[in-house]
């Protein structure tokens, strides 16, 4: 490995003339900035600048032979980095400010590299830094680039420790890629059998990356960015014997349930409004389902939200394992925690369900409540609504069906790019721009609803989704995300209306998305073959997804399993160590059998001249503890004279068989072919020893 000063040259050498240590140097370096790059998302700028630079400068050094930097470089650069850190995270600790120092200290380092030492701790740094990566994302392609610079620096590693000379790097990768499959089963049992004890075994509590698809609140506008995202939110699999989805009109997914408005934003009401508002364990009584119960499970994937999206109406609690939902009044489940973590859970739903309070209820009252001084032209169009001639006696379901046919036939459209809305977004929308994305439509219709006094919220979650032909799973993106309205009428309760189906029914019915435009190769690719880019999407989630299955979402509740299915009738984490402990006890006895077995069986060479060894003692003949053929054959003579020379021949002749075989000169050093030592074993039963020593 990387030495002191080189000399100095006054040009680089060529790749095949460097020396043994600039060309390990150079790919040590190739390795390191493999592990780094990954982080390129998640580090502030300056530190993977300052990692280039201390990598490139590093490997200048080391293509051109110059020495290495003074010290006082190495201590300013580390102050520096010191301060980058703090003032970049304003503290020195936790999870981002100290994956941000270990990546500058592994850049840093490499200037250090003056003995195998220092290589070693480059090494180390290495792997812990590999092992930060999954701070940030357990993703597959991150697991993926990570064991591609585990066999890198494994290589590294056994490379700095082969014997002087040039040996080759893929000799150094072949062992490495072997140390690694012999390290693959350890590293399975581990996984399959190590106790899960939350919250040790998940993220950090400061994994805060995640990105939802939905906020605690809603402003025009923001579920509008959403569209261009393509992002997983979540992934469905339906439980019922053909694994049959419900109907595509049906497949919403509730989340969050707006009923305030101040004009701007829509916000939930607020706790004290509700009567313990996360404290329910079931649905509100007044929840009335029919038809079919759809079983389904869902990965969620983590966005930081106590959210559990449901499909609607999820009537029990979803199974969570050790953790517990709870359900709000709006028929929302909540856990008591974000989910920073993905998350599997299954639960039932009735798509044919009704509920809400009867007439009278004091807190329909604040579903009818708007904000003084916005929207008047929305109020004036209500109240000629109401004088309507045509709309006389008309019930609130007839309003409804007004309003929607006005969303059908009054020019109106859905965009990602309905401009920038002012003050009063639902004058806007009704009479001068016609044109919105679900956000804005949802807003407007229930600001009309509201003005024409009938109780009506905001309801946001996913719509729709896409089925993966490959693993059967349902896919919803960011770009599902979607807004749509809740009325009250007498005698039905909380009804859903979705405004934006009357604008674009292929919104909701046959699953149309709007989306962003492609670019120039995503739009080649698609030109060439329309089928290409959707197959190889579906092909890579159907890989992601059963990663994120069997080995993100490996919980302690599936180890158990495994238990119940091996024989345990109540299984614990106790049992887990017992059978993990069962397990590498019993490997290492295997091993030590086989260690038995390979030095009786894979040299015979050695067993046969033990075994003429033995049978000398035996006579008499005194041999030293380890001794050659050809030493033995000496004492031989030496003791006996003519008659020690039979056992002298035969030693030489096991000599020759291991040191001058009658094949290619590749083969000396071999061990012997096994017919070959299976004679020389019958000579020596067959062979004339003296009867007594001379």
Known sequence: ??????????????????????????????????????????????????????????????????????????????????????????????????????????????????????????????????????????????????????????????????????????????????????????????????????????????????????????????????????????????????????????????GPVFSSFDGREWKPRQPEELVNQVLYRRPPASLKTQGTPVPYEMTLEPNNRPWLLTLDATVEAPRLGPQIAYATPELQWVMARPVTELLRYQAVAYPDFSYGPTAGDPLLRQETELPAGYNPRTLQLASEMRRDPKLAGADDGALVQQVLNRLATGGYSYTLEPGLYGRDTADEFWFDRKAGFCEHVASSFVVLMRALDIPARVVTGYQGGERNPLDGYWTLRQSDAHAWAEVWLNGRGWVRIDPTAAIAPGRVGSMQRLVAPRGLVASALVTMSPGLMQSLRGLWEATNNRWNQWVLNYTQGRQLDLLRKLGFEAPSWEDLVLLLGGLLAASALGAGAWQLWDRRQHDPWLRLLNQAQTLARARGLETPGVATPRTLGRLALERWGPAGQPLHDWLLQLERLRYAPPAPPASIGRPPTASALKDLERQLRRLNWPTRPT
């Open 1 to 254: 490995m990387p030495g002191g000063p080189g000399p100095v040259l006054n040009r680089p050498l060529p790749t095949s003339q460097l020396p043994r240590d600039s060309r390990d140097t150079l790919f040590l370096l190739a390795v390191v900035a493999w592990v780094v790059l990954p982080h390129a998302a998640n580090l502030p700028a300056w530190t993977l600048l300052m990692a280039c630079l201390a990598l490139g400068w590093r490997g200048w050094l080391a293509w051109h032979a110059r020495p290495l930097p003074a010290r006082w470089w190495l201590l300013g650069l580390l102050l520096l980095a010191m301060a980058g850190t703090f003032w970049s995270h304003k503290t020195l600790l936790g999870r981002d400010a100290g994956v941000t120092l270990v990546v500058a200290l592994l850049a840093l380092k490499t200037l250090e590299m003056r003995a195998r030492r220092d290589a070693f701790v480059v090494f180390f740094l290495g792997f812990f830094t590999m092992l930060t990566h999954f701070f940030f994302s357990q993703s597959l392609l991150v697991a993926l680039a990570m064991l591609l610079g585990l066999l890198g620096l494994l290589t590294a590693l056994i490379n700095a420790n082969l014997p002087a000379g040039r040996p080759p790097l893929a000799t150094s990768a072949g062992l490495a890629l072997r140390m690694t499959a012999w390290g693959a089963p350890v590293m399975v049992a581990l996984f399959v059998l190590f106790p899960r004890v939350a919250p040790l075994w998940g993220l950090p509590a400061d994994a805060q990356g995640a990105r939802s698809g939905l906020s605690s609140r809603m402003s025009v506008g923001d579920v509008t960015e959403l569209a261009l995202d393509d992002a997983i939110a979540f992934r469905v699999r339906f439980l019922n014997a053909n694994g049959a989805a419900p109907e595509q009109r049906q497949l919403y997914f509730r």
